[in-house]
């Protein structure tokens, strides 16, 4: 019975990676909006009831597609920081940022669903959280690792935080980047978000016409974002 079982399990999974990777294919062609289970079904020649018994709606494989992806990514940007040297803040700063540029440009469909437009009718259940914060999490180490270490200095002429706003700042991402003050989260905040408008933009081909060459342009937003959180090289 148990090497009965094994053997379904295993069947179980192979046909489940198949509809993923089928649905995968299904992104690029249909977008999100138009993943069906049914033409999954068609495509494996699988019957339409069978394939609810691995996933029993849209959003469940929706959903399965979604971790997949952010912990793809996570992974990337995981990589990409434990081969910098540690105490190099500026260097892992800049790794993070090219590790989740480079994933996102060889993945793009993955990446619209992740940070495209919102599915309709969907809504992204807890499941997702702990993946989608693995990039941010490598972040909130960078960040308190060059605080302890004396090495996040804020600009010679740093915008003034609004004291309650910097609390709130403090408040939500105490987890994430401990120790780091507030006035340095909300420049973190605003460097992270213009991180992935950045890469939005290239993905999505809002800078046709505007550079020949795109790497030395994101270079110096990696550096100009880096010098406003307050990871710069002496």
Not at 195 to 200: F, H, P
Not at 215 to 231: K, Q
């Amino acid at each position: 019975m148990t090497a009965s079982r094994t053997a379904r399990e295993r069947v179980r999974a192979e046909l489940t990676r198949e509809i993923v990777e089928i649905a995968r294919r299904q992104l690029a062609t249909e977008g999100a909006g138009g993943l069906s289970l049914r033409a999954v079904a068609r495509e494996m020649g699988m019957v339409s009831s069978a394939i609810y018994r691995y996933f029993p709606s849209r959003d469940d494989l929706l959903t399965t597609l979604i971790i997949d992806g952010y912990n793809a990514l996570g992974e990337a940007v995981e990589r990409a920081d434990a081969a910098a040297p540690e105490d190099d803040f500026p260097g892992r700063w800049a790794a993070l940022c090219h590790a989740v540029r480079d994933w996102a440009l060889a993945h793009p469909h993955e990446y619209a669903l992740l940070y495209g437009s919102p599915v309709p009718g969907y809504q992204a259940p807890q499941d997702t959280i702990g993946p989608r914060v693995r990039d941010l999490t490598v972040f909130g180490a960078i960040l308190s690792a060059a605080q302890r270490a004396g090495a996040l200095t804020p600009p010679a002429t740093p915008f003034e935080a609004d004291p309650a706003l910097a609390g709130e700042a403090e408040a939500s991402l105490a987890d994430l980047m401990p120790g780091v003050p507030g006035d340095a989260l909300l420049r973190a905040l605003s460097a992270w978000t213009s991180l992935y408008g950045w890469v939005s933009f290239e993905v999505f081909g809002q800078f046709k016409g505007a550079f020949v060459d795109l790497r030395p342009a994101f270079d110096h937003s990696v550096r100009a974002l880096g010098a406003m959180i307050g990871l710069t090289r002496g």
